[in-house]
């Protein structure tokens, strides 16, 4: 039966949190009442990588994780306990360069020849003749000509193996095993005269030489080819590696023809030997800022490390995913996670042949149309535009739940300021940003800038198509290239999902409306160049083509082209830009969109109950730019628009003198300077600082700061870093959080921070409760159950104080269970909000009510409820239905509009006057029982519909989670 998590907790593991580490917690996440931990990868990833996405092996545990009896001693703790664990797979790359990876080494060194030459999606027929059979490593830090000659590219001979390597710092290239007679016949008669009296390992060794240049060809692809090729290098290896320890003559030989090709700096041509061996390897070694006009293998985004698989290959999936399978089958692991699944050649496909695998070993029987729906829990990183659906016929159980923390957080954003809020921002920084432009231009320049390459692959394919029909040969190269960029451009999601034969019809509009667009803005003369790529990616000529196969291949390296600029178009880059209110800037966000409608939040959780129920529902993840409390806080910004204007051109009056010029620009610039406010407003600490934790939380600004004026791309980037405009940010950053005493800044920015923040705990509790409520699987990101306000990666990645959290738990339960009425002592959490632990509570409360009642939670309807009152637009309501079962959470919103500040708590008869809240039907002269505080609420028919009232809800406590008494008390 398929496993359905009631709540799951994701987990970091690297080499500073292990499974021994996460065994530790299993007692307080189970006391937490979590099913399930989430975990990050934690197959065999590059040394020392923080994050676990980088594989270089798929059959091996990480070794600075754990080995196999550490991490099956973690399963066996959370099997003792009744929980599981989601794995975070990786299906679509692998982490590459370096000496680890085993698969592509074997690329690197055998090319088209390598068995592994068809796991990764490699172009060996580029246009440039000079990269012909060849991969492209944009490795080296600068030209190639300049390394080489600077002595950075190192030849070594490994004794032990027979084999020679070229090292670039931590990066190895093989040799190709073909070209060995090129160093080993090196001033050969050298050799010849210090073996001149033992003719017998002189001739041996020349044996040896001709054994090697007779090895077949690295292109020839012929099985029996390769495996001869295969074959024989080992054994001519061996018989090297022995040849130079048993004749030390040979040995010294080899070791100072090495010698001799590595040069000598300052001295050019004693390179050439070096730089004539590298031509003639399977791989080009350049300076890695070519990536983007050249690179012949597929990347993860335009990361040169991360090499993409060709997961549509059979034999590719079996091995990559022959140990996860196995722990399934084991039931180590209960559920998967697609990381990116958007990267791969046919997403659907993938799912279904995981689905049939998983049956397979599980024992269970294909549908008779061979369309297997999930029987296993396999939820996907899918980021969904908010006008976009999953696919029904996907065999998941949902996304990991960028859509819901989309919702979820808009839901506390004022839509009524939105105009006073672009005034604000445009004149602040003196520039009126188009979004829609914004995207656009910048997914230009991602195309031209980051991902030409991919896109040189795709035109010169296109551009065979064109060429085989009279008809359209006339489009030239150039033309179908620009074409293809404009309708990227447009493109209005990640990507479309065409399989060999069919377009839905959803993905045919989406494609429609990108060609319409590209079409009117397009500068070209003849436009039907747009209409041939239309038909073709809507697969409309593919089938009366000679050249259908061509056109399949096209339409599918298409679509995992666009989903790449997509995301570093908006994600890498717009959204560090458009600053408007950055609490909307996140994964799976759309910042055009200044809050969320009651109706639209609604409509997405009746969607996900009808369609997705078991998918996950989050709220901060491992890729979020702001952690759910940082979003929850500035929130409150958009009630306040005339008091956040006020305060920050003050600030900006204050600061003026820390900003420098640059050739006459401002640096940092005035938007970059409104990100730092809202930043500094969003992360700033609950607790009084001293002067060691200003340095402390001043450091994780300066270093975030950087980050995303480098990721804007507008001053300063990763590629091309301006050090003066970098400089400039980080004085500016130091200068206003110099100091605490004495500081006009901070005078004026404390007493309004602290109102801020006040108000943003209420909300951050208020979408707490929603998510614990909602339909779907409610994921809690690592130390979340207290307040965290932490910025993107590497600061959520902090380590967590786990210690800390399962002392406060435990103090926590002993003073519910010590007390005589649970409402008092909800009432002094609530009060006492800063020290976190009310959220902590909230998250034990309610994740403990769901495990009493799991198939209400996990099955039951969703019924929005109907609020009534003056004070009606500041509640969300709704109830969870289930076989007579119900529950009903009710939480407030724009407290700030409602007249809360931070010293006092939004509850009481006199703050929610005459709201009333419209509840399901409940049995006679029954009552709810709030289940959070204890409380009993009256309820009170009228005109035959039930209601209770907002002032009795929230007399003690700021959320409500409502259930008849009879099932709260039984």
């Given at each position: 039966m398929k496993i359905i998590p009631r709540a799951t907790y994701r987990l970091q593991f690297n080499s500073h949190f292990t499974f021994a580490d996460a065994e530790a917690i299993v007692p307080y996440l189970h006391e937490l009442r979590v099913s399930h931990c989430y975990a990050s990868p934690y197959l065999k990833a590059r040394s020392g990588s923080p994050h676990g996405y980088d594989i270089v092996d798929h059959n091996a545990l990480n070794p600075e994780i754990g080995d196999r009896d550490t991490f099956v001693s973690w399963v066996q703790a959370l099997h003792r306990q009744g929980m599981g664990q989601i794995l975070d797979i990786v299906p679509n790359h692998m982490g590459v360069g370096g000496d680890d990876n085993a698969w592509w080494l074997d690329v690197l060194e055998q090319g088209p020849a390598s068995e592994y030459a068809a796991y990764f999606d490699i172009d060996w027929r580029p246009i440039k003749e000079e990269l012909r059979g060849k991969v492209l490593l944009p490795l080296l830090g600068d030209h190639y000509g300049t390394v080489l000659e600077k002595g950075e590219l190192r030849l070594t001979f490994d004794l032990e193996q027979g084999q020679f390597s070229i090292w670039f710092y931590n990066h190895r290239f093989p040799v190709d095993p073909s070209t060995y007679p090129d160093i080993l016949g090196h001033g050969l008669e050298r050799l010849a005269e210090h073996l001149a009296e033992e003719e017998a390992p002189f001739l041996e060794y020349q044996s040896l030489i001709t054994a090697f240049e007779h090895l077949p060809s690295?292109?020839?692809?012929?099985?029996?080819?390769?495996?001869?090729?295969?074959?024989?290098?080992?054994?001519?290896?061996?018989?090297?590696?022995?040849?130079?320890?048993?004749?030390?003559?040979?040995?010294?030989?080899?070791?100072?023809?090495?010698?001799?090709?590595?040069?000598?700096?300052?001295?050019?041509?004693?390179?050439?030997?070096?730089?004539?061996?590298?031509?003639?390897?399977?791989?080009?070694?350049?300076?890695?800022?070519?990536?983007?006009?050249?690179?012949?293998?597929?990347?993860?985004?335009?990361?040169?490390?991360?090499?993409?698989?060709?997961?549509?290959?059979p034999e590719v999936f079996e091995t990559t995913h022959r140990f996860i399978l196995e722990l399934v089958k084991e039931g180590k692991v209960d559920g998967l996670r697609i990381d990116h699944p958007d990267g791969l050649y046919n997403p659907p496909s993938y799912y279904q042949r995981l689905n049939r695998q998983i049956a397979e070993i599980r024992g269970e029987e294909e549908a008779a149309d061979g369309n297997l729906k999930s029987s296993y829990y396999l939820v996907i990183e899918k980021i969904l535009a908010s006008y976009e659906h999953l696919p029904e016929s996907w065999p998941v159980s949902g996304t990991t739940g960028y859509e819901?923390?989309?919702?979820?957080?808009?839901?506390?954003?004022?839509?009524?300021?939105?105009?006073?809020?672009?005034?604000?921002?445009?004149?602040?920084?003196?520039?009126?940003?188009?979004?829609?432009?914004?995207?656009?231009?910048?997914?230009?320049?991602?195309?031209?800038?980051?991902?030409?390459?991919?896109?040189?692959?795709?035109a010169n394919m296109l551009n065979s198509i064109a060429q085989a029909d009279r008809h359209t040969r006339d489009f030239t190269l150039n033309g179908l290239r620009e074409a293809l960029t404009e309708v990227v451009a447009c493109f209005p999601v990640y990507r479309t999902y065409a399989d060999v034969d069919q377009v839905s019809e959803e993905d045919k509009r989406f494609i429609q409306w990108a060609v319409i667009q590209a079409k009117k803005r397009s500068p070209a003369a003849d436009i039907s160049i747009f209409d041939f790529i239309q038909a073709i990616l809507l697969l409309e000529i593919s089938t009366r083509s000679a050249f259908s196969q061509e056109i399949i291949s096209f339409v599918m390296r298409f679509q995992q082209y666009t989903g790449?600029?997509?995301?570093?178009?908006?994600?890498?880059?717009?959204?560090?830009?458009?600053?408007?209110?950055?609490?909307?800037?996140?994964?799976?966000?759309?910042?055009?969109?200044?809050?969320?409608?009651?109706?639209?939040?609604?409509?997405?959780?009746?969607?996900?109950?009808?369609?997705?129920?078991?998918?996950?529902?989050?709220?901060?993840?491992?890729?979020?730019?702001?952690?759910?409390?940082?979003?929850?806080?500035?929130?409150?910004?958009?009630e306040m628009p005339g008091e956040w204007r006020k305060h920050l051109n003050r600030w900006a009056r204050i600061n003026r003198a820390k900003i420098r010029r640059l050739n006459g620009f401002r640096a940092p610039s005035r938007n970059d300077e409104y990100l730092f406010y809202q930043t500094v407003l969003g992360t700033w600490p609950l607790f009084d600082m001293g002067e060691e934790e200003l340095v402390e939380f001043r450091d994780r600004i300066e270093a975030y700061m950087l980050k995303a004026v480098k990721e804007a791309k507008v001053h300063t980037s990763w590629i091309n870093p301006d050090t003066e405009y970098e400089t400039a940010v980080v004085h500016f950053v130091r200068s206003v959080l110099g100091n605490l005493e004495k500081n006009p800044f901070l005078a004026d920015f404390l007493p309004f921070q602290r109102r801020v923040a006040g108000l943003g705990l209420l909300n951050s509790l208020s979408q707490l409760l929603l998510k614990l409520t909602v339909p779907g699987v409610p994921d809690i990101y690592q130390g979340n159950e207290l307040w965290e306000f932490r910025l993107v990666d590497p600061d959520n990645r902090h380590s967590v104080d786990f210690a800390l959290r399962q002392r406060m738990l435990q103090e926590l339960m002993l003073l519910i269970k010590s007390s005589q009425s649970l409402t008092p002592c909800v009432h002094k959490l609530l009060k006492n909000k800063e020290d976190g632990q009310v959220k902590l509570y909230l998250t034990w409360k309610v994740l403990s009510f769901r495990a009493k009642l799991p198939l209400l939670f996990q099955k039951g309807d969703y019924l929005p409820l109907s609020v009534q009152g003056i004070k009606a637009d500041h509640l969300c309501a709704f109830a969870r239905k289930h076989q007579g079962q119900v529950v009903v959470s009710i939480v407030p919103r724009w407290l700030a509009l409602l007249g809360s500040n931070e010293d006092e708590l939004p509850l009481g008869e006199s703050l929610w006057q005459k709201t009333w809240v419209e509840v399901p039907a409940v049995k006679e002269k029954e009552n709810f029982t709030n289940v959070l505080t204890g409380e009993v609420v009256a309820v009170v028919q009228h005109n035959g519909k039930f209601y209770v009232p907002a002032g009795k809800l929230f007399e003690s406590f700021s959320v409500a989670l409502l259930a008849p008494s009879s099932l709260v008390a039984a």
């Open positions: 690295r292109y020839d692809t012929r099985v029996e080819k390769r495996v001869e090729r295969l074959r024989d290098c080992v054994i001519y290896k061996r018989r090297l590696a022995e040849s130079c320890r048993k004749y030390p003559a040979i040995g010294a030989f080899v070791f100072d023809t090495v010698a001799a090709f590595n040069g000598v700096v300052e001295q050019p041509e004693s390179f050439d030997l070096l730089h004539h061996l590298l031509e003639r390897q399977a791989y080009r070694l350049a300076y890695w800022r070519v990536a983007s006009d050249e690179i012949n293998y597929r990347r993860f985004f335009d990361i040169n490390d991360l090499a993409g698989l060709r997961m549509e290959n819901f923390a989309y919702v979820n957080n808009g839901l506390f954003v004022y839509p009524g300021s939105q105009k006073e809020f672009d005034q604000i921002y445009t004149r602040f920084i003196r520039h009126q940003w188009d979004f829609d432009e914004l995207l656009y231009e910048r997914k230009k320049i991602i195309i031209r800038v980051q991902l030409s390459s991919e896109l040189t692959v795709l790449p600029t997509m995301a570093k178009a908006l994600e890498d880059t717009v959204l560090y830009i458009y600053n408007r209110l950055v609490s909307l800037n996140d994964v799976g966000s759309d910042p055009r969109n200044f809050g969320v409608s009651l109706t639209a939040f609604h409509r997405a959780n009746q969607e996900r109950a009808q369609r997705w129920p078991y998918g996950m529902v989050a709220s901060s993840t491992h890729d979020s730019k702001r952690s759910e409390d940082v979003r929850a806080r500035l929130n409150v910004l958009s």
